[in-house]
Nanobody, 127 residues
Framework: QVQLVESGGGLVQAGGSLSLSCATS????????MGWFRQAPWLDREFVAA????????YYADSVKGRFTISRDNTKNTVYLQMNSLKPEDTAVYYC????????????????????WGQGTQVTVSS
């Protein structure tokens, strides 16, 4: 069973950058598609970005396209989210999630297709 632990959140001014990491435990990390979601107060959880098991396919929400980059290092069992040009509306708790793709090269933005979730890390962007 894969377990996920996010880190790297914090407080940053608008226009700044943050890099989130999601470290995983478990021997099967490389076969999982990975995703990042976020949830702001009083709002539903929303999709941010996803990456296939190989890293060959990525998918972004329109709101972050061109500003955020998802990547992974299967040798380190870690997935990353580089966030640039941050805006106050990016403020949220960011969650890492894993979907067992059995080495099929797919990505998804559907939260119900991710069956393992981390505890979240807070990102706050001040104006």
């Amino acid at each position: 069973q894969v377990q996920l632990v996010e880190s790297g959140g914090g407080l940053v001014q608008a226009g700044g950058s943050l890099s989130l990491s999601c470290a995983t435990s478990g021997r099967s990390f490389s076969r999982y598609a990975m995703g990042w979601f976020r949830q702001a107060p009083w709002l539903d959880r929303e999709f941010v970005a996803a990456i296939s098991w190989s890293g060959g396919s990525t998918y972004y929400a329109d709101s972050v396209k061109g500003r955020f980059t998802i990547s992974r290092d299967n040798t380190k069992n870690t997935v990353y989210l580089q966030m640039n040009s941050l805006k106050p509306e990016d403020t949220a708790v960011y969650y890492c999630a894993a979907a067992d793709s059995y080495f099929n090269d797919y990505v998804t933005d559907r939260a119900d297709e991710f069956d393992i979730w981390g505890q979240g890390t807070q990102v706050t962007v001040s104006s």
